[in-house]
C-alpha cells in the first residue's frame, strides 16, 4: 500500500506547493530533513540549546528564501548548505570557551545504532568504556576547526558522499577529501591514548 502522507511526495512537488503558500508542504520537507539537520548541527556545535535554536533559524531562513531557490542542486543539497552556512557563522561569532561544552553529547550518542549493540547496557564495563569514548570523542571533535568538523560530520556521521559535500561547501571534492585525511589523522591522534 502506498504512503500517501504528503512528506512521501517528491522534493520538487512539495518545494513548488510551499512556494504557494502550502504550510503543510514545507512541514512535510521539515519533517523530511529535520532529524538529519538536528544531527549535523548538533555535531558542529556539540550543545542541545544552540543546535534548536541554528535549526529553527535554518527552517526560517530556508522558507523565506525558497523563491530564491531554482533547482540548479537538489533541495536537500541547498538546504544542507543553509545549515552548514549558518553554522560556520555561528561557530566563527562565538567565542570559544574555555571548557568543551559536552551538554548533552552522552545521550546523543547512546542512541546512535552505530556505536552502541543493543546489549552494552547489561555490560556494565562495556558502558564505561562508551561512556570514556563518548567523551574523548567529543573532546577531539572540539579539537577540529569547523572546516574540518564540518567534512567529518557530513562524512562520517551524515553519510553524505564527497560529491555532496563538495556541494554543500562550495568547494572542490579534492579539498573535501583533502579535510577529511587531514581531520581523520588528527581524530586518530587525539584517541591514542583510548585505544592503547
Known sequence: MPDDTPQSEPDGELVARAREGDTQAFDALILKYGDKLYGLIYNMTSNKEDTHDLLQDVFARTYQS????RGQSSFYTWIYQIAVNMTLNFLKKRKRRSGLSLN???????TDPALVDMDYQANPERQSNLH???????EAMQHLSEPHRAVVTLFDLQGLPHSE???????????VR???????QQLQTHLQDFRE
Request: hydrophobic share 40%; proline share 3%; aromatic share 8%.
Open 104 to 110: 548533552g553529547f552522552d545521550s546523543a550518542l547512546q
Open 165 to 175: 559535500i563538495a556541494k554543500v561547501l562550495k568547494v572542490s571534492e579534492g579539498t
Open 66 to 69: 525558497l523563491p530564491k531557490f
Open 178 to 184: 583533502s579535510r577529511l585525511h587531514y581531520a581523520h
Open 132 to 138: 570514556e569514548l563518548q567523551i574523548k570523542l567529543g
